[in-house]
């Protein structure tokens, strides 16, 4: 029928329902969010970003907030979209986030791993990695975590592309990893990036490389600390904070190492809900009170940013 008709046959990649909301919030608030698209993955699905800026000039100093780098993770991307929602719901009024956008800029990357969360939905609801061809080897993907050019290769990453801790053939060689990277290097004038995964309820900083204390981990650890009790103030759940590597286990090529080794002081990775009893498949029932409760956390990181 396509040949017949000399129609092109168009490769249609399964649209992402959250590329969707974002379009809409970007129709809703077009004053505040814009959308800003950095490229495409592997695949060829749009890695898509939506910036909140009150402000003209292209350098405000900037928020870099990131999501859903692990495909399972799916409670991410859904704290992530809630939360494009709120910052354009309550800019205006909530005192915070509106001082917040007067000054700063805040850019939000809802699925950082598109291919791997479609494959998530389609066929295998716990991969984890990006859904790139490995020459020579029967295994897809690369460990999106580990691929960051930060200690790359060293502890905590596997050089074998069938381990789901694979840091890849070389630093950044996930287009998906080094669109943001390249994008955040480019900006210059980045002062936040947090990362959101799941699961575990952990706030922490750098290294993730090395249990050696990052030069600023005093301050960080007081943020976090802030940030957690933010989070337990609202239904009582607990979270633990620390630095990558004393909290979990080292881990080599991660992107808040990359990010504080890139400038970028504030850099914290969110272990969203829960400790372990649903793990990846939370129940959509806690998707809004985990994003109510991040929210609380993610608000008095970027105020002690903003005042910093
Ligand atoms: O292994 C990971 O990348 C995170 C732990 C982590 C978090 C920050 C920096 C380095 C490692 C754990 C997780 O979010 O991936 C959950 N999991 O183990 O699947
Ligand atoms: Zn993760």
Redesign the pocket.
Known sequence: FLEEHGLEYAVTVEDLQIHKEMDFIVKSYPRLVSAVKIGHSFENRLMYVLKFSTGKGRRRPAIWLNAGI?A??WIAPATAIWTARKIACDYGRDLVITSILKKMDIFLLPVANPDGYVYTHTHNRLW?KTRSVNPGSPCIGT?P??NWNSHFGGA?TSRDPCSD?YHGPRPHSEVEVKLVADFIADHGNFKCFI?L????QLV?YPY?YTTMRAGDADELDTVAQNAANAMASLSGTQYRVGS?GSA??T?SG????WAYDNGIKYAF?F?LRDTGFYA?TLPADQIIPTAQETWLGLKTIMEHVQNS
Do not use: A, T
């Not at 995964?197 to 575990?200: A, V």
């Open positions: 692990h399972r993770e984890r460990d975590n580990r905590g801790m990362d995964h799941s699961y575990s922490m993730g990558v979990i286990y881990s991660n992107s808040v190492d990775i272990e990846f």
